[in-house]
């Protein structure tokens, strides 16, 4: 990467360093964080700043308020939290541009923190609006981007700032997301092996075609697999299909076929019957599955929809995992929040874990594979979970984030 790191900046005492966290995190209905990794992978840039004297302004999105003032989606909760972990006062300002913002930036010395209210609150964050872009730059002298999360969109806080600042850095977070889905898949350790799952073939299209030539196997599961194994002729029953793109997973499977790379389809599956059953004062019925039961074959009965891969393409899976030296892993294999639909997302968590044990390289990508490895308890067990969603998606893809262009390049 060719851009501007945090470790490149000089004097930075008494610098005003505004500093673009990723601290979506989850709130439970008493605004208490339930998973703080992303606050947690933020402490050495700022540690980094604090201790060199800099002036720190952190700002961030949380959850989607489309432009209004949501209170349920406030930051106040992670600043609190972040005081904690700092072990230092982390002041906080009720919104993230205006004259309020600006004094208690005025009133700040070195090494102090400042965390601005959710940047989405303001509609003109996510149209990128220059003036926006300006007010909020016009607080800071540098800015450093350490949100991978959202590096993939090009809003105010990621990109726009970064025309009104001249120096723009990649922060520790920024670098290790970039070098592990980036540098070490240029030229992986073989064999390389990617692991797809989820519910949309359309999702994951790109980063088939973008990998194609850099792996030496495919794993498919999730809802996904029914999509590539209608498009083989394979009955499916009920199951998750995308309709509209079974041409393209058609052509997707003749390439990959051209080129040696395997890849490999479930064989089996948990099967169950899916109901429908209305729950009063919603609008939409809670979906249920009942009846579950191994299907036999790949193939899967009318009336009966695939959960989850079957034992035999578990064990088939999991000797494929173990003998990978790099391995990526990017969405489930089944209905994983259900404990009965949940074996194989966690035996293939638990087989990629072991495979690290004995050498390999895991990158592990995607909101739900992240959870799965967790609940599996094995999170501690792989050699990197990246913290981006859909932008781990879009850089294993190959295209370019607005949030890493936007940076100065290194002279």
């Known amino acids: 990467m060719n851009k501007l790191s945090i470790a490149d900046l000089k004097d930075l005492r008494g610098k005003r360093v505004l500093v673009r966290a990723d601290y979506n995190v989850p709130l439970d209905e008493k605004a208490a964080i339930t998973d703080e990794t992303r606050i947690k992978e933020t402490l050495p840039t700022i540690h980094f700043l604090t201790e060199r004297g800099a002036i720190v302004?952190?700002?961030?999105?949380?959850?989607?308020?489309?432009?209004?003032?949501?209170?349920?989606?406030?930051?106040?909760?992670?600043?609190?939290?972040?005081?904690?972990?700092?072990?230092?006062?982390?002041?906080?300002?009720?919104?993230?541009?205006?004259?309020?913002?600006?004094?208690?930036?005025?009133?700040?010395?070195?090494?102090?923190v400042l965390l601005l209210e959710n940047t989405r609150f303001h509609a003109e964050e996510e149209d990128n609006d220059p003036k926006f872009s300006e007010q909020l730059a016009g607080i800071a002298d540098v800015f450093v981007n350490d949100a991978f999360g959202t590096a993939?969109?090009?809003?105010?806080?990621?990109?726009?700032?970064?025309?009104?600042?001249?120096?723009?850095?990649?922060?520790?977070?920024?670098?290790?997301?970039?070098?592990?889905?980036?540098?070490?898949?240029?030229?992986?350790?073989?064999?390389?092996?990617?692991i797809l799952g989820g519910a949309k073939v359309s999702d994951k299209i790109g980063v088939i075609t973008n990998l194609m030539g850099k792996t030496d196997a495919f794993i498919i599961g999730g809802a996904m697999a029914y999509t590539f194994l209608k498009a083989q002729g394979v009955a499916v029953g009920s199951s998750l299909v995308e309709e509209d793109k079974l041409g393209i997973a058609k052509e997707t499977l003749a390439k990959v076929q051209a080129t040696g790379v395997k890849f490999l389809l479930p064989t089996d599956h948990v099967i169950a019957q899916k109901v429908e059953t209305p729950v009063p004062g919603q609008k939409k019925p809670k979906i249920e599955f009942?009846?579950?039961?191994?299907?036999?074959?790949?193939?899967?009965?009318?009336?009966?929809?695939?959960?989850?891969?079957?034992?035999?393409?578990?064990?088939?899976?999991?000797?494929e995992i173990a003998q990978s030296k790099t391995i990526v892993w990017n969405g489930p294999m089944g209905i994983f929040e259900t404990p009965e639909y949940a074996a194989g997302t966690f035996e293939v968590a638990r087989a990629v874990a072991a495979a690290t044990q004995a050498g390999a390289k895991s990158i592990i990508g995607g909101g739900d594979s992240v959870k799965a490895v967790k609940k599996a308890k094995v999170g501690d067990k792989v050699t990197f979970i990246s913290t981006g969603g859909g932008a781990s998606l879009e850089f294993l893809e190959g295209?370019?984030?607005?949030?890493?262009a936007a940076l100065t390049d290194k002279a």
Not at 57 to 64: D, K, M, Q, T
Not at 154 to 161: E, F, N, R
Not at 290 to 317: F, H, L, W
């Open 152 to 194: 993939h969109r090009a809003h105010a806080s990621t990109a726009g700032v970064c025309k009104f600042i001249k120096i723009c850095a990649a922060g520790f977070l920024l670098q290790k997301e970039l070098k592990y889905l980036g540098e070490e898949l240029a030229s992986p350790d073989r064999p390389c092996l990617v």
């Open 399 to 404: 295209r370019e984030l607005p949030g890493v």
């Open 290 to 319: 009942k009846n579950p039961q191994q299907s036999t074959d790949a193939t899967i009965e009318v009336g009966y929809c695939g959960v989850d891969i079957g034992p035999k393409t578990i064990a088939r899976y999991c000797a």
């Open 57 to 112: 302004i952190l700002c961030s999105h949380l959850g989607r308020p489309d432009g209004k003032r949501v209170e349920s989606m406030s930051l106040k909760p992670v600043a609190v939290r972040l005081a904690e972990l700092l072990n230092q006062p982390v002041g906080f300002a009720n919104d993230c541009v205006g004259e309020d913002v600006r004094k208690k930036v005025a009133a700040m010395k070195a090494g102090d």
